[in-house]
Structures are given as C-alpha cells and as structure tokens.
C-alpha cells in the first residue's frame, strides 16, 4: 500500500483529488475564490493531464475525483471527461448550472449510470437575494437546470455558501431545504459551507480566514501547480495566490502526493477542517 493510500485509509489525507479544469466563467459571483468572470485568462488543465493524473492517483490510492473552476461546463469536452472519470471513481463537477442547454444535458446523459454527481450552487430560496451575489437570472435558469438533470436520473448536490452559515434564519434555511426536496434532492445531498477569505471575496472584505490549520489536505491539480486544498489556487487582483501551493510539478503525481504529506504530517492534531468542500 502506498503512503497516500496508507494516509487516506487513517483519515489523514482526503481521499478526493480535485482538479481545477480553467479558471474562466459566465458569471461573476462576488466571493469567487478565483475572481472568475467571462474575461479572464482561461488557464485551462488539458483534458489529457487530468486524465493521465486520474489515472496516477488511481495507482497511488485515491479514492474519488472533483473538478471546479471557473465553470467546467463552459468547456465542450466536460461531459465526456466527467463521464471518463466517472468510469474510474466517484465523481462530483461544481457547477452554475446555467449553461446546461439541451444540447449539453444530451452529452451529460451518459453519467447517469455512473457515480457522478453535478454540484450545484444554489444560496438563497428568494430570486432576488440569490441574484444579488451570483448574478442576474442565476435563481432561474438553476430552477430550470436541476429537474431536467433529475429527470435523466444524473446525481445532483446543492452547494450553498454563505456568509455565516450560523447566523441564517432557521426560516430561510428550511425554505431552501423544501425547495431542494421539492426537486427530489434529499438533505444529504445539501452542503451549506462559509464563504471563505480568498480571491474576490477577500476584496469585498468576506468570509472567514483560511489556511493549513484550517483547511482539510485535498490533493488539487491545476495548470500553476497542486496544491494543498480546493481553496488554495485563489486569485487576487488578477494574481495567483501561492501561500497553499504544495507543488509547482504536478507529473509524476507522487511528487505533489509527497509535499503534500509532509505539511500534513505537520499539523497539530486536531486542526479545524470543518469547512473543507465535498
């Protein structure tokens, strides 16, 4: 057994490797951790890297793939990549949703009958609250989205993030929650994280500080570099955060997996990683 596989199985390590397929997007949300919009740099991972490190991260022990961006699915190869891995290990794409047209949805049709899930952001029951972070119409076209995914019977999660999850009105939290069942997705199937202090967010002054202690080690490949958490290749004023960088080689996968181990086996026990994504 490797010592990734060794760590994963003591709960050490994450068993997720993340991908971060491009960093550019339709929407321009205002706590993006990576100040995506429409016109920034691609910054794409080529299809092929993130399947040649999948199928690294299969030998070496991981047990399951995400990829983030940007908004994966304003890449036309997405469907198939999502379906590939899906083939490999469970796997779950964070998404907008809002450019899952018919075509798109007939590409992701395949996954179905795979351990692949479509996360989703959804923040607030009201269209109006909702939009005012992430975009005007964003409350629509995620309403429109999610039952047609439901429909062809592929895996969907809701991701809502919020300033301080403590703080919502019990009300307002249950609302969604009747909306998300409403829709067939069950409470389990619902992540309510915080806003953390990274990339734009960190500009509009929101969200909660973050950094080794506490943030749970999830291997993250991107075109820059792994890094320690799906939190970690952040941008700032247009510049790539390096402070959570594990490694600037990425291939062979080991050497990021072993960087990546000996901060882990730095931490003080009992470090906070209760705001680590799923």
């Known amino acids: 057994m490797s010592a990734a596989a060794d760590a994963i199985a003591s709960g050490a ?15 321009q949300c205002s706590y993006c951790l990576t100040e995506s919009g429409p016109r920034v740099l691609r910054r794409e991972l080529p299809g092929e890297v993130i399947l040649d490190r999948a199928a ?4 070496l022990g991981f047990t399951a793939f995400g990829v983030t961006g940007g908004e994966p699915f304003i890449r036309d190869d997405m469907p198939a990549l999502v379906a590939e891995l899906g083939r490999r290990r469970p796997t779950v794409v964070l998404s ?7 075509r798109r949805l007939r590409e992701l049709e395949p996954v179905a009958d795979l351990p ?22 964003n409350f629509r076209k995620v309403m429109e989205a999610i039952p047609k995914l439901v429909e062809r019977g592929i895996g969907v999660r809701i991701a809502t993030t919020l300033e301080d999850p403590d ?19 069950p409470d389990e199937d619902h992540v309510v994280r915080p806003i953390v202090n990274r990339g734009r967010a960190a500009t509009n002054d929101l969200g909660l500080l973050a950094g080794f202690e506490q943030l749970e080690p999830e291997l993250t490949v991107t075109v820059d570099g792994a890094f320690y958490s799906p939190f970690g290749p952040t941008v700032r004023g247009g510049r790539l955060d390096s402070d959570l960088l594990v490694s600037r080689a990425t291939a062979p996968l080991q050497r990021p997996v072993d960087a990546l181990l000996r901060i ?9 990683a209760s705001i680590g994504i799923r």
């Open 264 to 272: 882990a086996d730095q931490l003080p026990d009992g470090h906070d």
């Open 167 to 185: 703080a919502v009105d019990p009300e307002q939290r249950e609302r969604l929650c009747e909306l998300h069942r409403s829709m067939g997705i």
């Open 13 to 27: 390590l994450n068993g997720r490797v993340w991908f971060y397929s491009n960093y550019h997007c339709n929407l």
């Open 116 to 137: 692949v899930h479509v996360q989703i952001s959804l923040d607030h029951p009201d269209p109006v609250a909702n939009d005012e972070m992430r975009g005007p119409e």
């Open 56 to 59: 690294e991260a299969e030998a």
């Open 96 to 102: 907008n949703a809002t450019l899952l047209n018919e």
